[in-house]
């Protein structure tokens, strides 16, 4: 239940401050927030993420926003009707030492809990962020800046996808600054 809420709430404060901007046009699937990258849209979104974290360092505001989506839109096992080994996938990020982007995925299912952690090299990869979201599936897929391969799993829902590869780009792009 509480879980639900802070969902709830999440959405809610991310709505609000996203209307405030004049909302976000639905993404195509493979899309990339290529044109959302520069100028004054960047430095709008920039500065809505920081109000809604109570941060003034754009570093923690975008990880923040890209943690609480990795949380909403995380893929549950509640989501897998129907399959044969349900699990819990959550997703956590984390800033690394000397340009990488930490990822610690955890896996639950079945009453075991398995952890990884695997670190991004985030210097020289492309920091557009792709995704996909087959029609036949109840998932969507972030793909790799490196190679192009699955990166993210996360619950099928193309604005939540859209979202969460802008602040992933808007991250790395980040973190490539140094």
Known sequence: MQLRLTRNLTRLALSVVL??????HAAEPSAAPESTLGGQEQARYLEQIKKLYLTSNERQALLN??????ET?????GYQIGSAKPKDLIYQLAAGDSGELLVREETRSEGR???RNRP???FGVDPFIRYEC??????CEIKSPADGSTWLTVVRDHDGAAELAKALSFLIRNLQKG
């Open 120 to 122: 991004l090299a985030i």
């Open 134 to 139: 087959p029609a036949a599936g109840i998932v």
């Open 65 to 70: 926003h890209a943690n609480a989506l990795l």
């Open 73 to 77: 839109y995380a893929l549950r096992a």
């Open 19 to 24: 209307l405030g901007a004049g909302g976000l």
């Open 113 to 115: 809990i398995e952890v």
